[in-house]
């Protein structure tokens, strides 16, 4: 499901990108080696792009980007990371639901991608991957560097938390295997796919030309529909109940798939709960909308909800087993899932969470769905809804804080169309109102500090052109980690807003040591030790700048939030990269910070 863009926007951003690192024409019309044949199969994936850092094990296919394809369709985006070239193909995925293509060098590149993998995994978020070993005939391999950079089974490293990865042997092969990856990494459940390249198939000269296929025959588009009994069954449930409630999991960026999931709840009269560590859902401040979306704990009004249902609907909902478990009680209300992320569980991961009670299993993605309840369910008496309200919580004190940040932040984004690309886990739900599809674009997925910031150049570079204003808020931790990815924004001209509530500490770990001394009976003022980011404090606008972005602060007041930030914002719209360190006092939501610290 893609971002809408308005069309003449969205040729100026494409070609904004295009007209930069543009080769010397090679004059090379037909595929001559085998990574040329690799070149055209991923451009019959139509993929715009591939994030990658260069190494040698893959320098056949880099020649054949360039020299064979003209570095179009895909354009390489050149990371300073593997980690960040996966991120990035993880993000813009985020906004368009479709596969973008990255490439690792060897075994080292996918070893330092391996955590990206992971977050993408858990996410269901799809995108293609090459990679490369050194020549896999041993006679073929250069002294030292191409045996250390060659393994046995290369797609091992990846295979418990990837869709599937192939090694192919032939150019023929190879055009298959990427078919065939960007065919499953788009199929749902979505996830991320691997191929690994021979460097000496690769840079084989063909000794005929490859005869053409038609690609799409190749890639036939999948769709799951709901079986006409369960959806009966379902529905049956549904209309009867008088207390139900939706957990509004992993669903679509569409806006018709949004309007749907308004209308169900409105048909039910249901309570609808969020989570921030999937994409908005729902409108948070609809009045059927319960509590605010948080990422470890479940606020009050939610998990008050889900006791008193007597029927509860999961689309797709992140643990539900969980879930009931966190609220407490006993949950007696039948349930009605909808997913098919059980296709993708194995023996590696436990990222399927706990087994939850089903009454009543629909095999296949929320926005199928939904609209087939709700015609099942039929029109139905009138319903009264209340009108929408946005409350935000009131900041405490005179020190500055998260939510000090997010009330600022709220002023100076006024009504225009903004996407948070990602939050700090410091975040309050509370603080924003999700209106629209695309305002939230969900976690990393696999709990990787240091995704934030190439999530967030993936997710940018998916809305350039959408007149939304991309905002990621992340961690000092987290963005430490991964700010290396503002250079490829810096030098592929995307814009975006990077505001870091830089606590100076990993403190969810602060808080994890906290717990531990209170069951031990020892002193929690020693929390902070190994955990604190200071002495010296990092100067986070400086590593901005460093890096071709327009970095501010420290702010350390609350009463200079509003100007930063319209410094800020005013630099994103004219074509930058920016960021804004604000020193926050350390602190997560109460209900976070008691589901963290309790014995």
């Given at each position: 499901?893609?971002?809408?863009?308005?069309?003449?926007?969205?040729?100026?951003?494409a070609?904004?990108?295009?007209?930069?690192?543009?080769?010397?024409?090679?004059?090379?019309?037909?595929?001559?080696?085998?990574?040329?044949?690799v070149?055209?199969?991923?451009?019959?994936?139509?993929?715009?792009?591939?994030?990658?850092?260069?190494?040698?094990?893959?320098?056949?296919?880099?020649?054949?980007?360039?020299?064979?394809?003209?570095?179009?369709?895909?354009?390489?985006?050149?990371?300073?990371?593997?980690?960040s070239?996966?991120?990035?193909?993880?993000?813009?995925?985020?906004?368009?639901?479709?596969?973008?293509?990255?490439?690792?060098?060897?075994?080292?590149?996918?070893?330092?991608?391996?955590?990206?993998?992971?977050?993408?995994?858990?996410?269901?978020?799809?995108?293609?991957?090459?990679g490369?070993?050194?020549?896999?005939?041993?006679?073929?391999?250069?002294?030292?560097?191409?045996?250390?950079h060659?393994?046995?089974?290369?797609?091992a490293?990846?295979?418990?938390?990837?869709?599937?990865?192939?090694?192919?042997?032939?150019?023929?092969?190879?055009?298959?295997?990427?078919l065939?990856?960007?065919?499953?990494?788009?199929?749902?459940?979505?996830?991320?796919?691997?191929?690994?390249?021979d460097?000496?198939?690769?840079?084989?000269?063909?000794?005929?030309?490859?005869?053409s296929?038609?690609?799409?025959?190749?890639?036939?588009?999948?769709?799951?529909?709901?079986?006409?009994?369960?959806?009966?069954?379902a529905?049956?449930?549904?209309?009867?109940?008088k207390?139900?409630?939706i957990?509004?999991?992993?669903?679509?960026?569409?806006?018709?798939?949004?309007?749907?999931?308004?209308?169900?709840?409105?048909?039910?009269?249901?309570?609808?709960?969020?989570?921030?560590?999937?994409?908005?859902?729902?409108?948070?401040?609809?009045?059927l909308?319960?509590?605010?979306?948080g990422?470890i704990?479940?606020?009050?009004?939610?998990?008050?909800?889900i006791?008193?249902?007597?029927?509860?609907?999961?689309?797709?909902?992140?643990?539900?087993a969980?879930?009931?478990?966190?609220?407490?009680?006993?949950?007696?209300?039948?349930?009605?899932?909808?997913?098919?992320?059980?296709?993708?569980?194995?023996?590696?991961?436990?990222?399927?969470?706990g087994?939850?009670?089903?009454?009543?299993?629909?095999?296949?993605?929320?926005?199928?769905?939904?609209?087939?309840?709700?015609?099942?369910?039929?029109?139905?008496?009138?319903?009264?809804?209340?009108?929408?309200?946005?409350?935000?919580?009131?900041?405490?004190?005179?020190?500055?804080?998260?939510?000090?940040?997010?009330?600022?932040?709220?002023?100076?984004?006024?009504?225009?169309p903004?996407?948070?690309?990602?939050v700090s886990?410091?975040?309050?739900?509370?603080?924003?109102?999700?209106?629209?599809?695309?305002?939230?674009?969900?976690?990393?997925?696999g709990?990787?500090?240091?995704?934030?910031?190439?999530?967030?150049?993936?997710?940018?570079?998916?809305?350039?052109?959408?007149?939304?204003?991309p905002?990621?808020?992340?961690?000092?931790?987290?963005f430490?980690?991964?700010?290396?990815?503002l250079?490829?924004?810096?030098?592929?001209?995307?814009?975006?807003?990077?505001?870091?509530?830089?606590?100076?500490?990993?403190?969810?770990?602060?808080?994890?040591?906290?717990?531990?001394?209170?069951?031990?009976?020892?002193?929690?003022?020693?929390?902070?030790?190994?955990?604190r980011?200071?002495?010296?404090?990092?100067?986070?606008?400086a590593?901005?700048?460093?890096?071709?972005?327009?970095?501010?602060?420290?702010?350390?007041?609350?009463?200079?939030?509003?100007a930063?930030?319209?410094?800020?914002?005013?630099?994103?719209?004219?074509?930058?990269?920016?960021?804004?360190?604000?020193?926050?006092?350390?602190?997560?939501?109460?209900?976070?910070?008691?589901?963290?610290?309790?014995?």
């Open positions: 499901m893609s971002v809408q863009k308005p069309a003449p926007a969205a040729a100026r951003a070609a904004d990108i295009a007209a930069l690192d543009r080769p010397k024409s090679a004059g090379v019309n037909a595929a001559s080696f085998g990574s040329d044949v070149a055209d199969a991923l451009r019959a994936l139509d993929i715009p792009y591939i994030a990658l850092n260069p190494g040698a094990s893959y320098r056949g296919l880099h020649d054949s980007l360039v020299n064979y394809l003209g570095n179009e369709r895909p354009q390489m985006l050149l990371c300073l990371h593997e980690e070239a996966v991120a990035i193909a993880h993000g813009y995925a985020k906004v368009t639901g479709k596969a973008m293509a990255a490439a690792v060098h060897s075994n080292v590149g996918l070893m330092h991608a391996t955590m990206a993998f992971f977050n993408a995994w858990c996410d269901r978020m799809p995108m293609v991957v090459l490369a070993t050194g020549p896999v005939d041993a006679t073929k391999r250069l002294p030292w560097i191409d045996w250390i060659t393994a046995r089974d290369q797609g490293l990846v295979r418990g938390y990837t869709k599937w990865d192939d090694q192919p042997a032939s150019p023929v092969a190879a055009r298959e295997a990427v065939r990856a960007g065919w499953i990494a788009n199929t749902e459940p979505r996830g991320p796919t691997y191929i690994n390249l460097a000496e198939m690769q840079d084989m000269k063909l000794p005929e030309p490859v005869t296929i038609n690609s799409a025959r190749f890639m036939p588009p999948m769709a799951s529909a709901p079986p006409a009994d369960s959806v009966k069954a529905a049956a449930l549904l209309r009867n109940a207390q139900p409630v957990l509004a999991g992993r669903v679509s960026r569409d806006l018709n798939a949004w309007n749907a999931r308004i209308a169900l709840a409105e048909r039910l009269n249901a309570r609808v709960v969020t989570d921030l560590k999937t994409g908005a859902a729902f409108p948070t401040h609809h009045a909308h319960a509590g605010s979306p990422t704990a479940t606020t009050s009004e939610a998990a008050d909800a006791r008193a249902a007597d029927v509860i609907l999961s689309l797709d909902w992140i643990d539900v969980g879930t009931f478990k966190q609220v407490g009680g006993t949950i007696t209300a039948k349930v009605v899932q909808v997913s098919v992320d059980h296709r993708l569980h194995n023996g590696w991961s436990m990222d399927y969470q087994l939850p009670p089903v009454d009543a299993f629909l095999a296949c993605e929320p926005h199928e769905a939904v609209p087939a309840l709700l015609e099942a369910l039929g029109p139905g008496g009138p319903r009264a809804v209340a009108a929408q309200t946005e409350e935000f919580p009131t900041p405490a004190g005179d020190k500055l804080t998260v939510d000090h940040l997010a009330e600022a932040l709220r002023r100076a984004v006024g009504d225009r903004t996407s948070l690309t990602h886990l410091s975040w309050n739900g509370a603080a924003w109102a999700f209106k629209h599809p695309l305002d939230y674009l969900g976690s990393d997925g709990g990787g500090v240091g995704g934030g910031p190439g999530i967030s150049v993936g997710a940018a570079l998916a809305l350039k052109g959408s007149g939304r204003l905002v990621a808020v992340c961690g000092d931790g987290d430490m980690m991964g700010c290396t990815a250079w490829t924004a810096a030098h592929y001209k995307i814009p975006l807003l990077f505001v870091v509530a830089n606590n100076r500490s990993f403190f969810n770990d602060e808080l994890h040591q906290e717990r531990v001394a209170r069951v031990r009976n020892r002193p929690v003022e020693n929390r902070w030790i190994g955990q980011i200071s002495e010296p404090d990092i100067d986070i606008a590593l901005a700048r460093a890096q071709g972005a327009q970095g501010f602060g420290p702010v350390t007041a609350i009463g200079d939030l509003d930063t930030f319209a410094k800020a914002i005013a630099a994103v719209d004219a074509g930058h990269v920016a960021v804004v360190d604000v020193r926050v006092e350390p602190g997560y939501t109460a209900a976070m910070t008691a589901q963290m610290t309790r014995k």
